[in-house]
């Protein structure tokens, strides 16, 4: 059965409501003003949320007797006041919405990250997009973005069968990320396609395998699941580590729409590409060319580049599931949680949308603190959702 949200939303809210005032009214029992008796009290201002550009102001309670209005927090308890009180602007942007007429002109980019005063790889940059609000630039948090990496591919050179490039995937030992080390071979011309095909894998004897098992269900790398006739926007970060030569990269994740970027030796820029399809499709291929600013039927020399991916949602998660447990669960009083081998994937709200937690975005209910005997298990939140694991804590000794 569908759940309601929304009208259970707005129900919880008034339960929430009626039992802060039933709260508020006992604790007025100490407070003087209406003939010495306790104020009836109302709501007068429901909460009003601020924005990064507009203040809100805190709920207001009236005394249905003297008329006098009040607030309440948990630090000062209940207080009187001559009116709602103005709350601070708020630090959280506004998503912007994708203009399906003008999906090009969607807000996205990168920059360093706080901290780097320059680059050193294609992780130390970060997603960007303009607040609605203020159109100031700011970083999009990690719930609203998942990987796209392409794939390590180790075959020969073959440009007949578009096998123009060698290349590596690589983990980041300290944030999870992936990235991909690539070769692009120098017989590599600008008029080829090189198709990046979700089900492949590299076999032992060095060819393309397709993977029947995992298919559609493979969750590293993650290729852009599209939902029927809404626009996908992916960013990636591409970093011209050739000594030598410009190099023009050209991009499509629907096989139709091409981006381009020309990244100089030594550059770091960003490929922002859109695609649309109208159906509903899972994974599908992406497509890229390659060149150098100098034209010509090939590169000329073999070019290498660093690059990774990220998918732009802004979709919900809808659940968090533990894939594998940690490989630590049984401690003793003093110890501190160890989250190694734990592995949590989250579903989306939007369609076929899921990826791997990358744990350091996590937050966890034993986080600054040791285990006590009390502990029975961990809480793990991730974008407004929570999923826990059993672990065991006894006395040292015991």
């Not at 802060?20 to 104020?39: D, K, N, R, W």
């Not at 999009?140 to 796209?148: H, M, P, Q, W, Y």
Request: aromatic residues 10%; contains cysteine.
């Amino acid at each position: 059965m569908k759940t309601d949200y929304k009208t259970g939303g707005k129900a919880m809210k008034a339960i929430i409501i009626a039992f802060t005032v039933l709260t508020l009214a006992l604790c007025c029992l100490s407070i003087t003003g209406c003939g010495y008796c306790a104020h009836e009290l109302k709501v007068k201002d429901e909460k009003v949320a601020s924005t990064c550009v507009e203040h809100g102001h805190s709920y207001t309670y009236e005394c249905k007797k003297c008329k006098k209005l009040f607030a309440y927090t948990l630090d000062k308890g209940l207080y009187e006041v001559s009116e709602a009180e103005e709350l601070p602007l708020s630090a959280e942007h506004t998503l912007p919405e994708v203009d399906e007429e003008h999906p090009e002109n969607f807000p996205l980019g990168i920059r360093l990250k706080e901290g780097k005063t320059a680059a050193e790889s294609v992780l130390d940059y970060e997603i960007t997009t303009k607040c609605t609000l203020c159109q100031k630039e700011f970083a999009i948090e990690d719930k609203n973005l998942a990987a796209v990496v392409p794939l390590e591919n180790k075959v020969s050179e073959n440009t007949n069968t578009r096998r123009t490039y060698s290349g590596v995937r690589m983990q980041d030992e300290a944030t999870g990320r992936w990235y991909t080390d690539i070769q692009f071979y120098k017989a590599t011309r600008p008029t080829d396609v090189t198709e990046l095909k979700p089900f492949a894998k590299i076999t032992e004897g060095g060819d393309l395998g397709w993977v029947s098992s995992d298919g559609a269900y493979q969750r590293l790398p993650l290729y852009v699941p599209f939902n029927k006739n809404q626009t996908r926007h992916v960013v990636y970060i591409v970093h011209n580590s050739d000594a030598a030569a410009t190099v023009n990269l050209e991009w499509s994740i629907d096989g139709k729409r091409y981006a381009t970027v020309t990244v100089a030796p030594g550059e770091y820029k960003p490929l922002v590409v859109y695609g649309l399809k109208d159906w509903d499709c899972n994974v599908d291929s992406q497509f890229f060319r390659v060149s150098t600013a100098a034209g010509g039927a090939t590169l000329g020399s073999n070019i290498k580049m660093e690059m990774t991916g990220f998918l732009y949602t802004s979709g919900t998660v809808d659940k968090l599931d533990i894939d594998s447990q940690p490989t630590k669960t049984e401690y003793k009083v003093g110890e501190t949680f160890d989250s190694a081998g734990l592995r949590i994937y989250a579903t989306y709200s939007d369609y076929c949308l899921g990826k791997t937690v990358n744990l350091a975005e996590c937050k966890f209910s034993t986080d600054g603190r040791t285990l006590t005997e009390n502990d029975d298990r961990v809480t793990i939140s991730y974008g407004g959702k929570k999923v826990s694991v059993p672990i065991t804590v006894v006395k040292e000794g015991a």
